[in-house]
């Protein structure tokens, strides 16, 4: 829990904290400790936004900061559901195709209106035979072509995204591995 917490402001003075604290009292005690901040009960604390992310969070109930919460990598820590549907591209897509039979629709449509997840990750998926970057396009537009149904359905989506083959679940050596490949899942965030 040693991240930075920069560009702090209280009373037009900027401190940049850099504090290691295994508790909010601990950090509320080096907070109270530095006199720029003239706070009266400054709260620490960790709000984690409806995507999942957690952002770190300095309020004395008057004014505060937010920092996002990042690995010692630099990436934001987010607490993403588990993939809840995966749809193989074959059933629901044709050949080179983005666009979703009116029976499949009916499935997409009734599966997000019965799940109860706050929003929903969903990212496109190819095999191998293509050219890269037309696997990434594919792939974007299978995603979007599903993000649109559950966002008809009333669902929220927080991303939708094409991998191409970057991210193959099987090899591509095969054509049962090819199969598996090409698909679209769907990651339920609660």
């Given at each position: 829990m040693g991240e930075n917490?920069?560009?702090?402001?209280?009373?037009?003075?900027?401190v940049t904290l850099a504090l290691a604290f295994t508790s909010q009292a601990a950090f509320a005690q080096s907070a109270a400790n530095l006199g720029d901040i003239t706070a009266s009960n400054v709260v620490p604390g960790?709000?984690?936004?409806?995507?999942?992310?957690?952002?770190?969070?300095?309020?004395?109930?008057?004014?505060g900061?937010?920092?996002?919460?990042?690995?010692?990598?630099?990436?934001p820590v987010c607490n993403r559901g588990a993939t809840c549907g995966v749809l193989p591209s074959d059933q629901f897509f044709a050949t080179n195709q983005y666009t979703i039979s009116d029976a499949g629709r009916k499935k997409l449509s009734d599966?997000?209106?019965?799940t109860s997840a706050t929003s929903f990750s969903i990212s496109g998926h190819t095999d191998s035979?293509?050219?890269d970057a037309y696997n990434l396009s594919l792939s974007q537009k299978r995603a979007d072509a599903v993000a649109a149904i559950a966002i008809a359905a009333g669902a929220k989506v927080s991303?939708?995204?094409?991998?191409?083959?970057?991210?193959?679940?099987?090899?591509?050596?095969?054509?049962?591995?090819?199969?598996e490949n090409r698909r679209v899942e769907i990651v339920c965030n609660r």
């Open positions: 917490l920069n560009l702090l402001r209280r009373g037009g003075v900027v960790i709000w984690v936004d409806p995507d999942g992310c957690e952002h770190w969070v300095l309020d004395d109930g008057v004014a900061y937010m920092s996002p919460h990042l690995t010692r990598a630099g990436l599966f997000f209106k019965s035979r293509a050219s991303e939708s995204i094409g991998y191409g083959e970057r991210k193959p679940r099987a090899t591509n050596a095969t054509t049962a591995g090819m199969a």
